[in-house]
């Protein structure tokens, strides 16, 4: 057996502190490396930085360890018993890692556990014990590890099967709150670390109808015992990550419902939708994976093209299950489309990067973005999730309704049930052709291998739907839903010159964060990072960027000036109006889209 104990001594100084008991080390020299990633974030992490102190203890006192590399060290040979002591560092709030304060204690294994090279495959044991600060006795812990021996708190012994079973369970400690549910037989629990105020029953009712939604999708028994949400809410953050039990996510309180208003707004239907995401993922990744990942490689990338499918398949569906449990209406998720279609077409990067490359290159693109992502990289989440959507409407057409996305999801995951092996890279669409008996390589050539626009309006018309594009009227406009003539977004309106960058507000200006490839801000020769001071000689903040640009809508050129480096700049800006990336929905067709959504909400 493999044992820990976890301690917090120090939460001021942010420290966590382990101690790893290997009864039988590798008489060899016993090795021991931390990850260098995380699975389900596609980037190198280094972990291991974190690590502030290391140990080692033998039956006859003090040995030395050898750094292999950034993350390995070696034991000295002919050990009958070791024991490491090491601290870890833990100030990184977020999903991914480790946080450690007064308040609460948030780590992943990741960023904790060594593993013992060898017997990764042996049982592991974990002590928790209570942290030991001011606040401590209010404390409990909470994780979807199986325990063995815990005080009422969640203090005390858990154990996991393996090391790759270990660092699947995050862990939680503070003053938090706690929801309980069951749902299709299987316990549920929420807790919420950090000050909020909001309808708790409401919560537990809409994430009962997503969870229960799902387990009946792909069938019961559910693939766990028990599953918990874990939720750190904050001032300003949003995120999640997915675990074989449970998940870790990041919200702020604005995400929570207000009690007494019983309507679904944008920030609590984004909650929902991270919910439905992360636990859709218990099936799709967790369990059914690239076959490259099994069994994961932690030192290094491990590449794949199939995060289009993993994360694009689940980012269909996160908010389609929202509408199919009767938790928003067709309207409201025709809408939240509208914004998808928009995202993807306001960036270049589409006619540029492939969604099989964006998967492939996640580990230095996608997940290490600056001020020319949008020009040159496309999101394997929000194209993929426009893939599914294409691919659904094309093996209904295929197939006269008899076979949809949702045959090919199952099927995959009775497929997962009965063998346990990876997908390889192109099973998806070996699987889709075979579901339908036709030749489907036209479609995955064109959406998954080149960079020519989706046949969206098709796909969309077949489900019901009609799609038109339209110019932005203004930088928050996005799209939406049309009735008749009317757009949420104003059809009618008078459309703003653009100005082709994205900016935030700056002292004496705004500064450019990034620039459209072929807008007028190229044009005019600004770049990420400038400050604009001035547009056709008058100063500008955010407030007055866009009526600047209207003013000015009759001419055809203004000029701009800017700090660069310390150094002033003049450039000529064309005034020029958005090109047609917005995308208005509207439904054409209610027997084909209820085919497709299911029947619509009933007023509450």
């Known amino acids: 057996m493999i044992a820990y104990k976890v301690s917090i001594s120090d939460a001021a100084a942010h420290l966590i502190d382990v101690e790893l008991q290997i009864d039988t080390p590798d008489p060899g020299g016993q090795v021991l490396r931390l990850p260098n990633w995380i699975p389900g974030s596609y980037m190198i992490r280094d972990f291991s930085r974190n690590i502030v102190q290391i140990a080692a203890l033998s039956q006859s006192g003090p040995v030395a360890l050898v750094k292999l590399d950034k993350s390995t060290w070696q034991a000295p040979a002919g050990l009958t018993q070791l024991t490491i002591h090491y601290r870890v560092y833990a100030w990184d709030l977020s999903v991914r890692s480790a946080h450690v304060d007064r308040t609460h204690a948030f780590f992943n294994g990741t960023s904790v556990f060594l593993a013992v090279a060898g017997q990764e495959e042996d049982t592991h044991e974990v002590q928790f014990d209570r942290p030991a600060h001011d606040t401590e006795e209010t404390f409990e812990l909470a994780t979807s590890l199986p325990s063995a021996n815990v005080d009422a708190a969640g203090f005390g012994r858990y154990v996991a099967g ?4 270990l660092i699947d369970h995050p862990v939680e400690q503070g003053a938090f709150r706690r929801l309980c549910f069951d749902a299709a037989g299987v316990p549920h629990e929420v807790i919420l670390t950090g000050a909020c105020h909001f309808d708790e029953q409401r919560v537990i009712d809409d994430l009962t109808r997503i969870c229960e939604y799902e387990i009946e999708f792909f069938g019961r028994p559910a693939p766990m015992d028990r599953y918990l949400f874990m939720v750190m809410v904050v001032d300003a953050g949003y995120g999640g990550l997915e675990h074989r039990s449970s998940t870790a996510l990041m919200i702020t309180r604005e995400n ?22 992360e636990y859709f993922h218990t099936w799709n990744v967790k369990r059914i994976k690239p076959a490259r990942f099994i069994p994961f490689d932690l030192r290094a990338e491990s590449y794949t093209q199939l995060l289009w499918f993993f994360e694009g398949m689940t980012s269909y569906y996160d908010d389609l299950i929202l509408v199919r449990s009767g938790l928003i209406d067709h309207k409201q998720y025709l809408s939240v489309l509208a914004k998808t279609l928009t995202r993807v077409q306001r960036g270049a990067g589409r006619l540029t990067q492939t969604v099989t490359e964006s998967s492939f290159d996640a580990w230095h693109k996608f997940y290490k973005q600056d001020e020319n992502a949008p020009n040159a990289i496309v999101s394997y989440y929000a194209k993929g999730a426009l893939v599914a959507l294409c691919l659904d409407a094309l093996l209904r057409d295929s197939s006269d309704n008899a076979k949809t996305l949702d045959t090919l999801m199952k099927l995959m995951w009775s497929r997962w049930q009965e063998t346990g092996r990876g997908l390889e890279e192109d099973e998806p669409q070996q699987l889709a052709a075979t579901l339908v008996d036709s030749d489907l390589s036209q479609f995955f050539d064109l959406a998954l291998y080149s960079t020519q626009e989706l046949p969206l309006e098709k796909s969309l018309s077949s489900l019901g739907v009609s799609l038109q594009w339209r110019s932005r009227t203004s930088s928050v406009d996005a799209g939406g839903v049309v009735e008749g003539s009317d757009a949420e977004g104003g059809q009618s309106a008078r459309v703003t010159p653009w100005l082709g960058a994205t ?3 700056a002292p004496g200006g705004v500064r450019v964060a990034q620039v459209m490839s072929g807008g007028p801000a190229e044009k005019a020769g600004l770049a990420g990072g400038d400050l604009l001071i001035a547009m056709n000689k008058l100063s500008v903040s955010m407030n007055d960027v866009e009526k600047h640009l209207a003013r000015h809508a009759d001419m055809a050129e203004i000029d701009v000036h800017f700090f660069r480096l310390g150094q002033l700049h003049q450039g000529v800006l064309p005034v020029e109006p958005p090109p047609q990336d917005t995308a208005d929905l509207e439904i054409a067709d209610q027997a084909l889209l209820k085919a497709w959504l299911g029947e619509p909400r009933l007023p509450a």
């Open 162 to 165: 393996s090391y790759d079973e």
């Open 256 to 277: 929570l419902p207000v009690v007494g208003d019983d309507k679904v707004s944008d920030a609590y239907l984004n909650f929902l939708g991270l919910c439905s995401h």
């Open 503 to 505: 900016v935030a507000d």
